[in-house]
RNA sequence: GCCCCCAUCGUCUAGCGGCCUAGGAUCUCGCCCUUUCAAGGCGGAGACACGGGUUCGAAUCCCGUUGGGGGUACCA
């Protein structure tokens, strides 16, 4: 560690940042930013038909959401580029004809379907499959016929034949047994490296001090290790691997839970701080108690050592808590552009004045912008049609009271908050009603809704007018 | 099949041999506050997977079983 940590964030350019690849960006991102040490973002795009320069677009934007800047990388670029696997091909044909000439990996003329037979026929006798590495000891004469024969030829890598011990920096030491340890392919017939190729060669040519992944790439680190060993690394890099997320029923996290996408939470109404926060607390501690820390804290506080080993479910309900406490501990402008923008995605085009006025009323009650902005539509809603539950408010025994509530909402004088409920606590008294009994009738003949945000402030902003209007109308008048 | 990882309330977790009558958060239920809904306050219910050891003493250490997840590709 004495040139400082290097870490990074290498996603494959998918369509989308999933949670599991952002919260991995999160944990590498501050364990960088703790020990003041470099984070890159390196996109593994070897696989060309599945990326596009759109989906690396959306990548980088689900990051920045996030907060999550990278040191080097695409855009911002740095000593060790390119970042972009898909113009590091070169890299990894050099890598591959030196371990070719240094006997540490061969050509293999199998086909897919000799692989597959030949693993289908181990698998029922009860062996381990995987490559028997019969393409390893070819005679230049067996070599050279089926080169003229114009065989498709892959490399693979000559494991060394030994157990392997993994130091993981999570959970300690892993042993993996030589016997499943094959040989594998790293350059695939058509001149492509696989993954773990340009993974170790790139770990290693962007000095990569720190791995730290899902738990699901722990059985390919005894591979990588040895990859690197043989690319004459004297350090390889330290690995730590992250338990997985799953679905709430254990199963691997799909779309069917919901949002599994940055982008998609983005979208809903969530905070980039709800999300950093719940995130961080998936799958790492800090102590028995605490539940909210800032992006310094994070930064502060995160440390491996308190990573848990257990597959940890997410849990939408808490990540809408948290979110909504991020949302109330929020500017108020901030809200309000943010439900400006949502309402308009909506079609309503919401009056920035009343919205900035409303966000009090709205922001200890919500728990997305989408939920805020629902809450607000009544405000900029030509008239209201009353949901079913208003509806049974708003019946024949309620019209004297809508409107006697009208009559004397008119003669207000000073169409103001404290006015409007003087006068109204007034009409309660008079008519002898409890004041849900009374005020329910008028919040459903406003709103439509019998959930609202507090009734004489929302008669406010609503104003004198369409307050007017929509209580004649409920009233029959 | 084989290999690897993992195992505390429904969920996220604290716990790293006695501080545990197992703590916090979420969810849920009740009460308070209250014009509705929230927020907030108070209270309740809710877990050490099982079986063997080790030890004066085990949620904590060891072994096994069971269960879950991952891997086993010319995907990443």
Not at 18 to 43: E, K, Q, S
Request: aromatic share 8%.
């Amino acid at each position: 560690m004495a040139e400082g940590v290097r870490c990074r964030i290498a996603p494959a350019p998918t369509g989308y940042l999933h949670v599991g690849n952002a919260r991995a960006a999160l944990y590498n991102w501050l364990f960088a930013r703790h020990h003041g040490g470099t984070f890159v973002l390196r996109i593994e795009d070897t696989d060309r038909k599945r990326s596009t320069e759109e989906a690396v677009g959306i990548v980088m934007e689900s990051l920045r959401w996030l907060g999550l800047d990278w040191d080097e990388g695409p855009e911002v670029e740095g000593p060790y580029g390119p970042y972009r696997q898909s113009d590091r091909m070169d890299l990894y044909r050099t890598a591959t004809e030196r371990l070719l000439s240094d006997g540490r990996a061969y050509f293999c003329y199998c086909t897919p379907q000799e692989l597959e037979d030949r693993r289908r026929a181990a698998l029922q006798r009860g062996e381990t499959p995987g490559y028997d590495g019969r393409c390893r000891n070819l005679s230049e004469e067996q070599r050279r016929s089926r080169e003229a024969a114009g065989h498709p030829r892959a490399v693979r890598f000559a494991m060394p034949g030994i157990d392997i011990t993994v130091h993981d920096l999570i959970r300690g030491e892993a042993h993996f047994p030589a016997n499943d340890l094959r040989d594998f392919v790293i350059l695939r017939s058509d001149g492509t490296p696989t993954y773990l190729l340009a993974a170790a060669v790139d770990d290693v040519e962007m000095r990569m001090t720190h791995v730290i992944r899902g738990e699901d790439l722990l059985p390919s680190t005894p591979r990588q290790l040895q990859l690197i060993e043989a690319l004459g690394t004297p350090e390889p890099p330290l690995y730590g691997h992250l338990p997985l997320i799953v679905g709430p029923n254990g199963q691997p996290l799909s779309k069917r839970h919901g949002a599994v996408a940055v982008e998609g939470f983005r979208k809903q109404g969530y905070l980039p701080e709800a999300l950093v926060n719940y995130l961080a607390l998936l799958g790492w501690s800090y102590d028995a108690k605490t539940t909210f820390f800032s992006r310094e804290e994070l930064i502060e506080k995160f440390d491996l050592s308190r990573v848990s080993h257990n597959p940890a479910a997410f849990d939408p309900q808490k990540l809408e808590w948290m979110n909504g406490h991020y949302l109330r501990e929020a500017e108020d402008s901030r809200l309000a552009e943010l439900l400006i923008a949502e309402l308009l995605h909506d079609g309503v085009a919401a009056d920035p004045i009343t919205v900035a006025a409303a966000v009090p009323l709205v922001k200890e009650r919500m728990r997305t912008v989408i939920e805020g902005a629902s809450m607000l539509r009544f405000l900029f809603a030509e008239e209201v049609n009353p949901d079913q539950k208003a509806a049974k408010m708003l019946g024949p025994d309620r019209q004297e009271l809508l409107r006697e509530a009208a009559s004397r909402l008119e003669a207000v004088e000073e169409w103001r908050t404290g006015e409007i409920e003087r006068v109204l606590r007034r009409l309660q008294q008079d008519s002898g009603l409890s004041a849900k009994q009374a005020f329910q009738p008028i919040r459903a003949a406003v709103t439509g809704t019998l959930v609202s945000p507090p009734l004489f402030e929302s008669l406010e902003l609503l104003g004198r007018d369409r307050t007017l209007g929509r209580i004649r109308a409920a009233a029959g008048l």
